[in-house]
């Protein structure tokens, strides 16, 4: 848009490439990302799916503080289980998990 004699332009990264850019331009001095300050954002501010991703990755850290399992371990391991349940027949006493 251009107001009072300015073009504002509006980038947006696509969502594909989870790389963050070096600069805005070439040739424009590098973003140093330690003093980016991101902007206070609400979890119903991101898309289903984003919020989906972080609120797992906000379950699993906690988790991980409290030392239990992730997720993606939880779900594991109930496969697990749920195969050995099936098959009676076979010996995991020797086998060695984690």
Known sequence: ???GGVLALSL????TDPNWW???LKGDPHIDLKKVEPENSQLSDL???????????MFDQRQKALG???LDESKNKDMLNKFMAQHPEMDFSKCKFG
């Open 1 to 3: 848009t251009v107001e």
């Open 12 to 15: 947006h990264k696509a969502k």
């Open 68 to 70: 239990l399992p992730t």
């Open 22 to 24: 070096k600069c805005v």
């Open 47 to 57: 898309d289903p799916d984003m919020r989906q991703t972080v609120e797992k990755m």
